[in-house]
């Protein structure tokens, strides 16, 4: 399948300080033909026709989460932009950011008007605080040239946590308060930012809006698998020749990717989706990337022959133990728990019941840990388990 | 109540942006400073630390001049970030976590900053520096005062 330029088309086309060429490519037309001939219900409606899911790694279908705050009582609403990609090996959103931050608040402004919010936020991780002035220029740009019209964008900075890139963490973060998720229901959609009805959407899903006004939710179904429609974007780093960011139509082979664009060579395993991601050993790389297969929020992170499959899920579990919010027990216990058991492996005294209790303990904060995060926190030893069980089995001790 | 207050109502009271700011102004946040915040915001004190404390880009001990974070995570770590940290060690003679006795460099480790393309990599302040080798760390930390 090919790639394809949706999301990055303006990327390296744009001067992204400069609004003027971001019009010449089109921009703030899906805005400018949304309120003058569509009501709210039909952008919802073409977003919904398009099949467009949630690009930050859970997938959800974005035209029934706007539905969803369009139809909550109150009129105060929110949409926030979660630009907190925090996961290991995610750099996208700081390329869309660094090259067309204009589509961006254009896709932002749309969602508010979807849902009939005023307000917009975007959340910014403070690693990228470099990036503030270029998107604060393209707000105030958008705002001048009249494009916003009684919407407005508040840009707020994150503080170094990962977890705050949980959109519940995360609207606690703009309250102020500690980054921690919140127990749902009550749903972001009912009760979100300022308890108020609140839309959150990853950087990515909302560059893909402005196509679909302007192109048909009808168009953009066409790309992609069944399930998972229209490109995704990629960020691959590790053991690869060209590491860099790079758009598929959806359900295309992780061989496309990691082999024939990013020029890897003799690879062992690849982490798809950071952190809280999936591991897939090299006899899996034709696997498609899709919502139904693999995909996460865009990271995958490649290692070659020569890496030890232990180390890496002990350093992923040193991270998530180190990053984890520490509100619910599963997650701050489960992964403290998972490190300590790593760690033995890594020295090779391992025993044999250590692994059924990672097992265990992986199933247990799989089903009861608070937020995404501490469900997905056990993935690297659940799959490397499955797929590299003898190399846990050759760091038990005496052997 | 006035706990409510505080949280309802949005900047200048927003707790994180009064920290950030203090932090901006004074590098870093000390327990005076956080027991004066928590009075004029009329919150408990330990709402104040817990926040001052949850956010590893907020300090609540003296640092330097300039924070060198080096990343440690994953992709950095294949491209042999462990050699970036030894350079920095040695330049300064500090580990992670220490301050140079003239105030001029903190040293830490961080997890991914997104710079992964670009690996090895670190931030200084909010500056990012990219494709690191041993031989540039010296000319980087020489245009820091």
């Known amino acids: ?399 | 109540m006035s706990k409510k207050i505080a949280f309802q109502n949005k900047a200048p009271e927003n707790l994180l942006v009064a920290l950030k700011e203090a932090q901006a102004k004074h590098g870093y946040l000390s327990q005076e400073f956080l027991v004066e915040l928590a009075d004029s915001l009329k919150v408990p004190v330990n709402d104040v630390y817990g926040v001052a404390s949850f956010y590893s880009f907020l300090a609540t001990k003296p640092r330097g001049r300039n924070v060198i974070k080096i990343c440690r995570s994953l992709p950095c770590y294949l491209q042999n970030c462990q050699i970036i940290i030894e350079t920095v060690e040695k330049e300064l003679g500090i580990k992670p976590g220490e301050t140079t006795p003239d105030g001029r460099f903190s040293f830490e480790l961080t997890n991914c900053i997104g710079l992964c393309d670009r690996a090895p990599a670190m931030l200084i302040n909010d500056d990012a520096h990219v494709d690191l080798t041993p031989e540039k760390i010296k000319q980087i930390l020489q245009s820091y005062k």
């Open chain 1, 1 to 399: 399948m090919p790639q394809a330029r949706v999301v990055l088309k303006n990327c390296g086309v744009i001067d992204p300080t400069n609004i003027s060429t971001c019009l010449e490519q089109d921009g703030f037309k899906a805005l400018e033909k949304a309120r003058r001939e569509m009501s709210p219900e039909e952008v919802i409606s073409e977003v919904k026709v398009s099949g467009l899911r949630g690009r930050g790694g859970a997938g959800f279908p974005c035209g029934i989460k706007w539905e969803g705050a369009r139809n909550s009582a109150g009129d105060e609403k929110y949409v926030i932009c979660n630009a907190d990609e925090g996961e290991v090996g995610m750099f996208k959103d700081r390329y869309i950011l660094e090259n067309d931050p204009f589509t961006l608040v254009e896709g932002l402004a749309l969602a508010g008007y979807a849902i009939g919010a005023r307000q917009g936020h975007i959340y910014l991780r403070g690693e990228y605080h470099y990036l503030l002035d270029l998107l604060r220029g393209a707000v105030n740009q958008a705002r001048e040239s009249d494009f916003l019209n009684g919407f407005d964008i508040d840009i707020q900075e994150g503080a170094g946590a990962y977890v705050c890139g949980e959109e519940s963490a995360l609207m606690e973060s703009i309250e102020g308060k500690r980054g921690e998720s919140r127990y749902r229901p009550p749903f972001p959609t009912v009760a979100g930012l300022w308890q108020k009805p609140t839309t959150i959407n990853n950087v990515e899903t909302l560059m893909n809006i402005p196509q679909i006004v302007l192109n048909g939710g009808g168009w953009y179904s066409q790309m992609g698998t069944e399930r998972s429609q229209g490109t995704k974007v990629f960020s691959v780093s590790g053991d690869v020749a060209r590491p860099g960011v790079y758009e598929l139509v959806l359900g295309s082979p992780l061989r496309e990717l990691v082999e024939e664009l990013a020029s890897a060579r003799d690879v062992k395993l690849m982490q798809i989706g950071g952190a809280t991601g999936r591991i897939l050993p090299y006899d899996m790389i034709d696997t498609p990337l899709a919502f139904e297969h693999i995909l996460g929020a865009g990271a995958v992170t490649v290692f070659d022959e020569s890496r030890d499959v232990i180390d890496i899920v002990h350093r992923t579990m040193e991270f998530l133990a180190e990053e984890c919010c520490g509100k619910c027990t599963p997650g701050r216990q489960g992964t403290e728990a998972m490190v300590e058991i790593l760690e033995r492996f890594c020295r090779g005294e391992g025993a044999q019941r250590d692994i059924k209790v990672m097992e265990d303990l992986a199933e247990t904060m799989m089903l009861s840990s608070l937020c995404g995060l501490g469900q997905a926190a056990p993935f690297a030893v659940v799959d490397t388990l499955k797929y590299f069980r003898g190399d846990y089995e050759r760091r038990i001790r005496g052997k």
